[in-house]
């Protein structure tokens, strides 16, 4: 089993290794599959088959019971996807294993060159079977009516078409290798998406009384060190040396902060953290590494973390969630932190990464 930041770092290698394939095929936010395991009922030759009231049968009390959070991402639509270079669509790829006679298409076909985006002519309404595909693969193509970007900015999307990959797809995912990825593709008609950034996905029942409102210190882009006294409790709390901080949002009501945290090197033990303060609590999201002077947690990215970007912030009943983008040289990392126990964890069943190549 692999820790959070173990299990990061190996999705890093493997993004950077799949530069060797002619087309690099790996999907984006995971489609989960719920599998019931049934216990069979071995009899023996000699004994007489019990009738079915012998047979025990599951309990409502003997299913595992899920908790608020549990229950709240089982109901909640997200997925990820990012942004063409006008900025009019969103594209969620996803690459169809287990399906022999998924369609690539070839570019220099005389279909493939009709009009600007060519994938359009597969039009949902008029495919069954590309509307059973969605029903296989469990992607609600109606779920989603949101996207949310950099510092919780949100704009309505809705579903266009079912996209094909083409002949040309190189793997990356980008804008300029857009129209050939496959996946899932949704307008923004007002074109207001940035291009080639990523977005979370939603509708916007779950926010409407939970976002928090954040906004960066200064510009995007720009990130200053936390304050001295907010540096010098952390160090005091964790009892760890601070190396530097970098400020990566703040709540526009309240005094709430998002940072970024690098303590000093211990031998070879390297540790960051992602935490938010506000008056009333203080969550850390910690991710120790064994030292790597080329990729302690990102390939290629030295002993640097790599680059955060918050998306959203949120308050539920069961506490506060925070999404995050986390780049590096290779490619790109959804991080989703949600409030358990006075510390940030994981949700490790919904990933999304994005390759771009160093």
């Known amino acids: 089993m692999f820790s959070d930041c173990k299990r990061v770092k190996y999705i890093s290698i493997l993004l950077t290794a799949f530069m060797a394939l002619t087309i690099v095929a790996f999907s984006g936010c995971d489609i989960l599959n719920n599998r019931v395991l049934q216990e069979g009922v071995f009899i023996d030759e000699d004994e007489e088959e019990p009738t079915p009231a012998a047979v025990a049968t599951p309990t409502e009390s003997e299913e595992p019971e899920q908790n608020a959070w549990e229950l709240r991402f089982k109901t909640w639509p997200i997925a990820f996807g990012f942004a063409n270079d006008e900025g009019s669509r969103l594209i969620h790829v996803f690459y169809d294993y287990s399906d022999p006679d998924a369609v690539v298409v070839d570019e220099t076909s005389p279909e493939a060159n009709e009009g600007e985006h060519p994938a359009e002519a597969v039009e949902v309404e008029n495919d069954d079977d590309?509307?059973?595909?969605?029903?296989e693969t469990g992607f609600d193509t109606d779920a989603f009516s949101l996207a949310v970007g950099l510092y919780g900015e949100i704009w309505p999307i809705s579903f266009a078409f079912w996209q094909e990959e083409r002949a040309a797809n190189n793997g990356?995912?980008?804008a300029y290798n857009f129209t050939n990825l496959p996946g899932f593709v949704y307008a923004q008609k007002q074109w207001k998406l940035t291009k080639n950034r990523t977005y979370l996905m939603t509708d916007m029942g779950p926010l409407l009384d939970s976002i928090i409102a954040i906004s960066p210190v200064g510009w995007v882009g720009n990130t200053p060190d936390l304050a001295d006294e907010t540096i010098e409790s952390i160090e005091q709390h964790r009892e760890r040396g601070i190396e530097w901080?970098?400020?990566?949002?703040?709540?526009?009501?309240g005094e709430g902060l998002i940072g970024l945290v690098l303590f000093e090197r211990q031998g070879n033990d390297m540790l960051f953290s992602i935490v938010y303060m506000d008056e009333e609590k203080t969550l850390f999201w910690d991710c120790p590494a064994e030292y790597d002077e080329t990729s302690t947690w990102r390939v290629d990215a030295g002993e640097e973390p790599g680059d955060f970007m918050p998306l959203l912030l949120a308050r539920f009943d069961e506490g506060l969630m925070l999404v995050l983008t986390w780049s590096a040289p290779e490619g790109e990392i959804i991080l989703i932190l949600y409030e358990e126990d006075g510390a940030?964890?994981?949700?490790e069943d919904i990933?999304?990464?994005?390759?771009?190549?160093?």
């Open 172 to 174: 990356r995912d980008n």
């Open 351 to 358: 990933q999304y990464s994005r390759y771009w190549g160093s």
């Open 245 to 253: 901080t970098k400020t990566l949002g703040v709540t526009m009501v």
């Open 130 to 135: 590309i509307k059973n595909y969605y029903e």
């Open 344 to 347: 940030f964890v994981q949700r």
